[in-house]
């Protein structure tokens, strides 16, 4: 493979065309790379999901200095809690964020997406401003669900702040593959059959389907986003360090919002 990202790269035939091995090697490249750039101001999101137990291995093996953050509202599942204390205690550069201001009750059915917006994406904001970061890396990926299909691996959604999505390709049966391997723990919600965790509320086991089957069932946001990666996230469009972000320069291209 070569070590320059080349753009215009079909996301799909990545997919499909490289092996295990490959995938963990361009996903270590892909966060080497913005580490040697960004430093300090890379920041991994861990959601505490499968995806984000990979990608948070996958930085520590780059760097053990590399910071994360971790949003979380009081309708997390008790496993998710427990399972974020530990993850707190073993790492203590994972910062917690949430937003514990009062709200209607049960906004979660009524308006699930303002209960996302004022308890996840908001949340998300202020660890992006407090944390200092330029670049923040993420456990998204396209073969998820029906909402995950339009991604590249390194995007530009707001200005001055990078996303990376390094297990991008990777099938659901290769983020268990690595996290077997690497004796990685995980919450113990996958255990009674769940293939993707939020919130209690807006959590079901499913079989077959998307792999976000589960997520929203019964709203209008069935399957689909909390909106940290559909939302605008940095409202300072002033590059931090005024520096040319040569990453960019070798980034995919993707239309944003
Ligand atoms: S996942 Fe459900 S409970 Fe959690 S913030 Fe979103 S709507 Fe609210």
């Avoid at 080497?32 to 995806?51: F, I, P, T």
Wanted: net charge negative; proline share 4%.
């Amino acid at each position: 493979m070569s070590s320059t990202l080349v753009v215009h790269e079909d996301v799909k035939k990545l997919v499909e065309e490289l092996n295990f091995a490959e995938k963990v090697e361009r996903a270590l490249r892909l966060i080497r790379e913005a580490y040697e750039q960004y430093g300090n101001r890379l920041v991994v999101a861990n959601s505490l999901g499968k995806d984000s137990c990979v990608v948070w291995d996958l930085a520590k093996r780059v760097s053990p200095e590399i910071r994360g953050f971790i949003v979380t509202t009081r309708f997390k599942p008790s496993e998710t809690k427990q399972f974020m204390r530990e993850e707190v205690a073993r790492y203590p550069e994972l910062r917690v964020f949430s937003n514990d201001e009062s709200i209607p009750d049960r906004l979660y059915a009524s308006d699930p997406d303002r209960c996302c917006d004022e308890r996840k994406v908001q949340p998300t904001r202020e660890a992006i401003e407090e944390m200092g970061v330029d670049c923040w890396v993420t456990g998204l990926r396209c073969t998820e669900g029906r909402t995950r299909t339009d991604y590249q691996e390194i995007e530009e959604r707001d200005e001055g702040l990078i996303k990376l999505n390094p297990i991008l390709i990777w099938h659901e049966r290769e983020v268990w593959q690595y996290l077997a391997l690497r004796q990685i723990p995980v919450n113990a919600l996958y255990a009674e059959g769940y293939r993707s965790l939020g919130c209690a509320p807006c959590s079901r086991i499913t079989s077959g389907g998307d792999e976000r089957a589960g997520r929203w069932i019964g709203t209008s946001k069935c399957g689909g986003e909390c909106g940290i990666h559909t939302q605008p996230l940095k409202t300072n469009r002033e590059l931090v360090h005024g520096q040319d972000p040569s990453i960019l320069g070798r980034r995919q291209e993707r239309n944003v919002a």
